[in-house]
């Protein structure tokens, strides 16, 4: 049997790297005895973190689903990534879940991951509570963390809990909602006993519970009128208010605790059920379209895929919220973005890398399957062929590349299969080649995401790579206009081969790329030679004279030339057209071509000088500021070739709050000093261009 909608909880455990997201949840897990020891993110014992690439780096880079049971509820509990190169798991997540647990360091307090993913998940209208981690290190305090996530967030971040004791010796917790303390003595699961509320405490935590049952009484009028007439109000009344405001988004609880020593665990795993809501409680989900998603049993079954696991035994595992009626295993649905049908086989109930069995996933429920065949993180299945369409948050551009080359010959086709794998697992992963250079490009969100996508080729599919900076695209054009004779004759005893051509070359605008022009007259070339001559200028084009690169905006005019009855032949006149080509470039003053990107630079109103001061220094050209939100968007033109690292640089000026995009914009002639530079690599480099 399925759980009712009205007895799950979907809750995403998210928050800035480092803040004990894992430990968090490993605590959560072994408290509601869902497992037998407590692990540890430093020795990989985790179920999180289960991994070989997360226990070698001590850091979560996937998404892991864990269910268990608490209070006679089923929570689905998913631990993301805080590392924000590894963001689509963390907004996948937010994505199908109803709640989310925003985990804070006690000693760092609101952090650049913190404030960002919280402005994602008030986009998705996901209710939220926060729990102060790591209270028992040295310069820890939950108030000045307190005031740093208001400071942040608004008014409406208010204490549920405070802490007894602080840093080494903090021991328990005061719940001012109850005004009860408890101690917490070793790891164990019984290690919670209730006690008197310290007096050092008592007046500071009725003056926390006076600030919490403001906010609780807001919820609804008739409470809050009961309230300023001085009316007791009752816990049972205190809770409803509470779990109103949280779903409402009008509250947002602040819980502490120190998940390494499951102090305080008990306490959030009765805030997960108490104060975050169920899906029923949510309700109806509206689609594009004014289609609707109810969470009802009695409806057709829709689920959303929100996560593809690339396994290389098991092949595709994806992980699915079930939004209304029953999926069941052994049936078949469809997929709505192919409309084909997916028989889907034995269900999954994923306990980090272990899987345990499910004859079924009711409304609301998350669970997984694997084995099917088109179907990926992004898609719709339904009984029926609906049109019911979800989508996943936008996701970052991808922004530092690589060239990549296959370490063994011959790898190539396993190195692209393994890519094209994990992308299905990761959608911020780019893999393409490039048309220009040739060469195979993989590009993630920073040098560590690409790192670990090698690692994962390696580990999982065996495809070992060699990572260097990828080629910028340069380009060549010529400045002025010029004339030449290409003319080929060769005699070896029989026939001959003849052809002769004379053409002018002139630059075109930007864009024009290439205009042949047929000017001959009076049949001096014949008509069946003049094709020949124009593919023999285009593949000369392809490697210019000044440094190699493909030739652009050239307009080619063929006006004269001269045939041989017997002697001339297509590939005379071929050869003819190359040598008039490359002749007149070099006296048509050849210039070299660089790539201009757009780049989107976000950064807090504090770096906005620096990353100007920077854009500048890679000879950019700021078009110009906008605010959004508390971020300022910087918009500049800027030459490909200087922004190749500058995903690192831009982190450590702005403390890792910038993000960027780049699109590109047009072609522009690199400055002489910088050509000469250019040139003098590629023949240090033997650049593969000229081959």
């Known amino acids: 049997m399925h759980e009712g909608a009205g007895r799950i909880r979907n809750v995403a455990l998210v928050g800035h790297r480092g803040s004990g997201k894992t430990s968090t949840s490993e605590a959560l897990l072994y408290q509601a005895g869902a497992i037998n020891r407590l692990g540890s993110v430093a020795d990989g014992t985790t179920v999180s973190d289960s991994a070989v690439d997360e226990k070698a780096r001590s850091m979560s880079i996937a998404a892991s689903l864990s269910s268990f049971r608490w209070q006679d509820r089923k929570i689905n509990l998913v631990d993301t990534p805080g590392e924000s190169s590894f963001l689509a798991d963390t907004l996948a997540a937010l994505r199908v879940c109803e709640g989310a647990v925003f985990v804070v360091n006690g000693v760092m307090g609101v952090e650049v991951g913190t404030e960002r993913l919280w402005q994602r998940a008030d986009e998705l209208g996901i209710a939220r509570l926060l729990f102060v981690n790591m209270l028992d290190r040295e310069r820890a305090d939950f108030f000045r963390a307190l005031d740093s996530l208001k400071a942040a967030f608004g008014p409406h971040v208010v204490a549920t809990e405070i802490p007894i004791g602080t840093e080494h010796d903090v021991r328990g917790v005061v719940d001012l909602i109850d005004m009860k303390a408890y101690e917490y003595d070793g790891d164990g699961r019984d290690n919670c006993r209730e006690i008197d509320i310290p007096d050092e405490l008592v007046a500071q935590a009725e003056e926390y519970r006076e600030k919490l049952m403001d906010e609780v009484c807001e919820v609804s009028d008739e409470l809050m009128e009961r309230y300023l007439e001085g009316e007791e109000i009752l816990h049972e009344e205190a809770v409803t208010s509470l779990k109103a405001g949280?779903?409402?988004?009008?509250?947002?609880?602040?819980?502490?605790?120190?998940?390494?020593?499951?102090?305080?665990?008990?306490?959030?795993?009765?805030?997960?059920?108490?104060?975050?809501?169920?899906?029923?409680?949510?309700?109806?989900?509206?689609?594009?379209?004014?289609?609707?998603?109810?969470?009802?049993?009695?409806?057709?079954?829709?689920?959303?895929?929100?996560?593809?696991?690339?396994?290389?035994?098991?092949?595709?595992?994806?992980?699915?919220?079930?939004?209304?009626?029953?999926?069941?295993?052994?049936?078949?649905?469809?997929?709505?973005?192919?409309?084909?049908?997916?028989?889907?086989?034995?269900?999954?109930?994923?306990?980090?890398?272990?899987?345990?069995?499910?004859?079924?996933?009711?409304?609301?429920?998350?669970?997984?399957?694997?084995?099917?065949?088109?179907?990926?993180a992004g898609d719709v299945l339904a009984a029926g062929d609906g049109s019911f369409a979800l989508r996943l948050p936008d996701l970052p551009a991808p922004v530092m590349a690589f060239a990549i080359e296959p370490k063994a010959k011959g790898d190539e086709e396993k190195v692209g299969t393994a890519l094209r794998r994990l992308q299905e697992e990761d959608p911020t992963i780019d893999f393409h080649r490039d048309p220009q250079t040739g060469e195979q490009i993989v590009a993630g969100l920073s040098q560590i995401h690409v790192e670990v996508i090698v690692e994962r080729m390696r580990e999982r599919f065996g495809a070992e790579v060699e990572l260097h900076p990828p080629r910028v695209p340069y380009q060549e054009t010529i400045q002025g206009s010029a004339k030449a004779q290409g003319r080929y004759?060769?005699?070896?005893?029989?026939?001959?081969?003849?052809?002769?051509?004379?053409?002018?070359?002139?630059?075109?605008?930007?864009?024009?790329?290439?205009?042949?022009?047929?000017?001959?007259?009076?049949?001096?070339?014949?008509?069946?030679?003049?094709?020949?001559?124009?593919?023999?200028?285009?593949?000369?084009?392809?490697?210019?004279?000044?440094?190699?690169?493909?030739?652009?905006?050239?307009r080619v005019r063929l006006y004269d030339g001269s045939y041989h009855t017997v002697d001339s032949s297509e590939m005379a006149f071929k050869i003819a057209g190359s040598m008039a080509f490359k002749q007149a470039m070099e006296k048509a003053s050849p210039a070299l071509l660089e790539?201009?990107?757009?780049?989107?630079?976000?950064?807090?109103?504090?770096?906005?000088?620096?990353?100007?001061?920077?854009?500048?220094?890679?000879?950019?050209?700021?078009?110009?500021?906008?605010?959004?939100?508390?971020?300022?968007?910087?918009?500049?033109?800027?030459?490909?070739?200087?922004?190749?690292?500058?995903?690192?640089?831009?982190?450590?000026?702005?403390?890792?709050?910038?993000?960027?995009?780049?699109?590109?914009?047009?072609?522009?002639?690199?400055?002489?000093?910088?050509?000469?530079?250019?040139?003098?690599?590629?023949?240090?480099?033997?650049?593969?261009?000229?081959?």
């Open 246 to 376: 949280v779903t409402a988004g009008r509250i947002f609880p602040v819980t502490c605790g120190v998940a390494t020593r499951n102090l305080g665990t008990n306490r959030l795993l009765d805030a997960l059920v108490e104060d975050l809501p169920s899906p029923e409680m949510v309700g109806e989900v509206s689609l594009e379209g004014g289609l609707t998603l109810a969470p009802e049993e009695d409806r057709d079954a829709v689920a959303f895929v929100f996560k593809t696991l690339a396994d290389p035994f098991a092949g595709r595992v994806n992980l699915f919220r079930v939004y209304q009626g029953v999926v069941r295993s052994d049936s078949q649905l469809v997929n709505c973005r192919v409309h084909h049908k997916e028989r889907l086989g034995q269900l999954i109930v994923p306990q980090g890398s272990d899987r345990e069995h499910a004859d079924e996933f009711g409304p609301g429920d998350i669970g997984a399957v694997a084995k099917l065949k088109e179907t990926h």
């Open 489 to 554: 004759k060769k005699q070896t005893g029989g026939r001959g081969q003849f052809g002769d051509c004379h053409i002018e070359l002139e630059p075109m605008a930007e864009g024009g790329d290439f205009e042949f022009v047929n000017a001959i007259k009076g049949g001096v070339i014949p008509s069946g030679f003049i094709p020949a001559v124009e593919k023999g200028i285009q593949e000369a084009m392809a490697h210019g004279t000044v440094a190699g690169y493909p030739v652009k905006n050239v």
């Open 595 to 691: 790539p201009i990107m757009t780049a989107t630079v976000s950064v807090p109103e504090d770096s906005v000088g620096d990353v100007i001061g920077d854009l500048n220094s890679r000879r950019g050209r700021p078009l110009g500021m906008e605010p959004r939100g508390s971020m300022t968007e910087v918009k500049a033109e800027v030459p490909m070739a200087e922004m190749l690292s500058y995903a690192p640089d831009l982190r450590a000026i702005t403390g890792g709050r910038g993000e960027y995009r780049m699109e590109f914009a047009r072609y522009e002639q690199v400055p002489a000093h910088l050509a000469e530079k250019v040139v003098a690599q590629v023949v240090e480099d033997g650049d593969s261009v000229r081959a």
